[in-house]
């Protein structure tokens, strides 16, 4: 028995080695060619190589040492290449050598939670990003023909936007401002809301700090938001060529999720630092420069990665990728190159006023300066009946306060006018990392329009406010569902959330002072005395007093 299996074994092996030998004599030795370059300079995160002939625009190259490059300029004598790495380990000398492959990067769901940087390496600590495909970083933007309307809501879960300038799955809407106005934490309240709405985030840092970038990833796990987010980073000191190439990378990411139907929000914060990125590598490739210094087609890189976002329509799975840039103005000057650029190509843009954020009115959107060029199309049914003429409204109360200030005796519609605006300021306002479900935002919208806040103290709204939406979002809970499901809303479901809205007013105010108190009971039948004003009435109806309330010295 013991001699058979060892025959057995025997035979196994011969035949084995027999198939090695013969698979050596049919191998035949290949022969590749491969370019070889030599650096000949070492600049501020950029290098010229002598060789190379038949390298091609934006393909990466690999130095000894292991550290990459992309090819930016395609010279006679030399190549021009971005540093994607650190320049510490080259000197004038060193070989290069020829990839073949433009830059790609790793897509899949396993970049979710993750932080990386644009070529996919992990810098979370967590270990190797592993995913089975790749994607080229630069890719041409959807035809027409495979776009549909930008006609679904996203929702930002702030107010002022949701009515006022509603944004839809597959735009593209710019927030500008000033530094330090509330741009990028616009952007995080809106990441944190679509927080089970199965809309996938990707949250793309150019030339940030890594500290800020640190607290944005802190922000987004206390909240909860991190799991359906990737971060990509491309840190205030790392190389030009890396914070250059950051924003495509991380739309390639993105694209690949909406090829699959999926949704997508991508933030870029900010195109700003992009921008000044490129015009710092071109005027080192020695490129032509133009209006403040910048390269000729600095419209172009930034258009032809917006034209990405993008609503594909049922043959193509119907996913979309909705893009918010971020950009900083200076001095509050939105005619400048890059502003005027961004805005002509994007399909809005939402201001953030310095003026309104020093007075405390956060977020400081400006509603003058804001638009949003798809409009209501984008809007959930219900919005339309609110918000309809709320922008133009606060608008004229804006320039009737302007002018009200010169100390003119007010006519008492005037003085209605200017009550009712101070309170839509007011409900507007909205603490940070607090997002408002839609149906609740209507319904506090339709308070304030209704004239039910008219008599409420300005001090007062925000109690009024967070009653009436504890009482919405508990006493009418399948109404809620019906609004946010795209229902339209009718007049006895109007009725019934000021009903709801009306009682949760006095109910908030029932703890007040005895004026305040008497003053929340007039709101409910819609009586217009100002509060102030009461102390000398014995009846709020009788008052003849048209009067502005600053005037009551005289």
């Known amino acids: 028995m013991m001699q058979q299996t060892e025959e057995g074994l025997q035979t196994v092996l011969q035949d084995t080695f027999a198939l090695y030998t013969q698979a050596l004599d049919q191998q035949e030795a290949k022969l590749r060619s491969q370019e070889i370059g030599i650096v000949q300079s070492i600049g501020q995160g950029i290098a010229k190589i002598a060789g190379l002939p038949n390298v091609q625009s934006e393909e990466i190259v ?36 020829r990839t073949g492959k433009v830059l790609d990067v790793p897509v899949g769901d396993a970049l979710l939670g993750r932080v990386i940087d644009p070529l996919g390496r992990p810098l ?17 933007a959807p035809s027409i023909m495979d776009r549909a309307p930008v006609n679904v809501p996203l929702q930002t ?20 401002g000033d530094r330090q106005t509330g741009k990028s934490g616009l952007a995080l309240d809106t990441i944190i809301n679509q927080k089970g709405k199965n809309i996938l985030c990707i949250y793309c840092a150019i030339g940030q700090r890594s500290a800020a970038v640190a607290k944005v990833i802190a922000d987004l796990n206390e909240h909860e938001a991190f799991a359906y987010t990737t971060v990509v980073m491309a840190a205030a000191e790392k190389p030009p060529g890396l914070q250059y190439v950051a924003p495509y990378a991380a739309t390639a990411m993105a694209e690949y999720f909406a090829d699959q139907g999926r949704d997508v929000l991508i933030i870029y914060d900010d195109l700003t630092n992009h921008a000044r990125t490129y015009r710092e590598i071109s005027l080192l490739m020695r490129r032509p420069p133009g209006r403040e210094a910048y390269p000729g087609d600095i419209f172009y890189i930034h258009s032809r990665l917006l034209e990405r976002s993008i609503h594909l329509n049922t043959k193509r799975g119907g996913g979309s990728l909705t893009a918010l840039p971020i950009i900083e103005t200076e001095a509050q000057n939105i005619a400048a190159y890059i ?32 638009v949003s060029r798809v409009g209501g199309k984008t809007q959930l049914p219900a919005y339309r009946t609110v918000s309809g003429d709320l922008r133009l409204s606060y608008s004229q109360f804006e320039e009737l306060e302007a002018f009200s200030r010169f100390g003119t005796r007010l006519e008492e519609s005037t003085r209605l006018t200017l009550e009712r605006g101070r309170r839509v300021r007011e409900i507007l306002k909205q603490k940070q990392y607090a997002p408002m479900p839609a149906a609740v935002q209507i319904a506090v919208m339709l308070s304030v329009t209704a004239g039910l806040l008219d008599s409420v103290p300005i001090t007062k709204i925000a109690i009024a406010e967070l009653a009436i939406a504890q009482a919405i979002s508990t006493e009418l809970a399948d109404l809620c569902l019906q609004i946010e499901s795209g229902s339209v809303l009718k007049d006895a479901d109007r009725d019934a959330l000021l009903k709801v809205a009306t009682t949760a007013i006095c109910a908030s105010l029932r703890d007040a002072p005895r004026t305040q108190q008497r003053f929340a009971i007039a709101t409910v039948v819609k009586d217009t005395t100002d509060p102030k004003d009461a102390k000398n009435t014995t009846d709020p109806k009788d008052t003849k007093d048209t009067t502005d309330p600053k005037d009551t010295k005289e």
Not at 128 to 134: D, F, G, M, P, Y
Not at 340 to 364: C, E, H, M, R, W
């Open 157 to 176: 879960g702030i107010k002022a936007i949701d009515a006022l300038i509603p944004i839809g799955r597959g735009q593209r809407e710019l927030i500008l």
């Open 62 to 97: 690999c130095f000894t040492g292991g550290s990459l490059g992309l090819v930016f300029n395609l010279d006679p004598e030399e190549v021009g290449v971005v540093l994607l790495d650190s320049s510490e380990q080259l000197q004038s000398g060193t070989e290069v050598r």
């Open 124 to 140: 979370d600590g967590k270990g190797v990003v592993r995913t089975s495909q790749r994607r080229p970083a630069e890719r041409d």
């Open 339 to 370: 502003p005027t650029n961004l805005i002509s190509i994007t399909d809005g843009q939402i201001y953030l006023s310095p003026i309104l954020f020093q007075k405390g009115v956060l977020p400081a959107i400006d509603i003058g300066k804001s």
